[in-house]
C-alpha cells in the first residue's frame, strides 16, 4: 500500500508475521522466503482471506518490487526494504 510501512518476518517454521509497522497486532500466513543470489530473496505468502504477496527483495539495494492479488484484481508496487534483527 503505497504509503504505508508494513513488517514481515519470514520464520523458519513456513510461516510469515506480518502487519503495520506502527502496531503490534500481526497476522499470520503461510509462506516462505528464498535467497536467489547475494543479498536477494523472494519472498511470498498467502493470507487465510486469499490475498496474495509475492516480493523480490535486494537487501543490498533496499529495493522490493511485489506482486499483490486478491484473486479478482492484480497490483505491482515498488518499495524499500530494511533488515533489522
Not at 510461516?15 to 528464498?34: C, R
Not at 547475494?38 to 486469499?50: E, P, Q
Amino acid at each position: 500500500m503505497k504509503g504505508r510501512d508494513f513488517d514481515h518476518v519470514f520464520h523458519s517454521n513456513g510461516k510469515v508475521s506480518w502487519g503495520p509497522a506502527d502496531s503490534e497486532k500481526k497476522t499470520e500466513s503461510v509462506g516462505a522466503l528464498e535467497k536467489v543470489g547475494d543479498d536477494c530473496f523472494v519472498g511470498s505468502y498467502m493470507g487465510s482471506n486469499g490475498y496474495t504477496l509475492t516480493s523480490a527483495i535486494n537487501l543490498a539495494t533496499g529495493m522490493l518490487v511485489s506482486f499483490a492479488s486478491n484473486g479478482a484484481e492484480w497490483s505491482k508496487q515498488n518499495g524499500t526494504v530494511t533488515m533489522v534483527d
